[in-house]
């Protein structure tokens, strides 16, 4: 079973700019998350997709983030424009089912640095 | 306001030693609770889970005990091994998939 795909790795980018990181996730799982991990910090949610529709997103800065679920599929997660504070790895996990006992399977992330 | 409390921040223990990793939380909602081992540069990945009806849960040498009416769990590695040196994250999810984390404990196994 293939793993959850996230690109890019890495990205440096200057404050004010804008940037786009891409998840694909385990096939068949329904459910889709976006994490923002800051250093030395557990992992916080940001957005919740339940195939192509939003579950939550409370903790999503929406004056700068946004994010997309196409077709149920592959997810995009936006920033524009990007400040200091948003440095930090941006993991992308999919399960199953949105239930609570549906294992979480996490990609690699991307490490976005703000300079 | 941190639901899920983890401590401590690091630990160091001796090949062959048991590491103790604690966990509270706050929200009774929680109905599940996860634990993720992370290596750098990787993703979280679970590693042991415990349901709020079950006092311990064992798996090789991972333990998970739990006190519902305290509200509080841990995790127990057994026979340490340098293998182990990770950081470990508790987490406690809701029924609808929501998980919140605690800030991490970096385990640090010496041969």
């Known amino acids: 079973e293939a793993g959850v795909a996230q690109s890019p790795r890495y990205k440096i980018i200057e404050k004010r700019q804008s940037v786009a990181f891409w998840c694909n996730p385990i096939?068949?799982?329904?459910?889709l998350y976006w994490y923002q991990q800051i250093l030395g910090q557990g992992p916080k949610l940001l957005i919740q997709?339940?195939?192509?529709?939003?579950?939550?997103d409370s903790q999503l800065p929406k004056d700068r983030f946004s994010a997309e679920r196409l077709k149920g599929v592959d997810s995009t997660l936006k920033i524009q424009p990007a400040k200091l504070e948003d440095s930090a790895v941006y993991l992308c996990?999919?399960?199953?089912?949105?239930?609570?006992?549906?294992?979480?399977?996490f990609g690699n992330g991307t490490r976005l640095t703000v300079t | 306001q941190q639901q899920v409390k983890q401590s401590p921040q690091s630990l160091i223990v001796q090949k062959g030693g048991i590491s103790i990793i604690n966990c509270a939380y706050e929200?009774?909602?929680?109905?599940?609770f996860p634990w993720y081992q992370q290596f750098p540069g990787k993703g979280p990945a679970l590693l042991i889970a415990?349901?709020?009806?079950?006092s311990e849960k064992k798996e090789g040498r991972f333990t998970i005990s739990f006190n519902k009416s305290a509200k509080q769990f841990s995790l127990h590695i057994m026979d340490s091994q340098p293998g182990d040196s990770a950081t470990y994250f508790c987490?406690?999810?809701?029924?609808?998939?929501?998980?919140?984390f605690g800030d991490g404990t970096t385990l640090t196994v010496k041969p």
């Open positions: 096939s068949g799982h329904a459910t």
């Open positions: 996990a999919s399960s199953p089912s949105g239930q609570g006992s549906s294992p979480l399977h």
């Open positions: 997709f339940q195939n192509n529709g939003v579950v939550d």
């Open positions: 987490a406690a999810r809701t029924n609808a998939g929501k998980s919140t």
């Open positions: 415990i349901r709020p009806d079950v």
């Open positions: 929200n009774t909602a929680f109905d599940y």
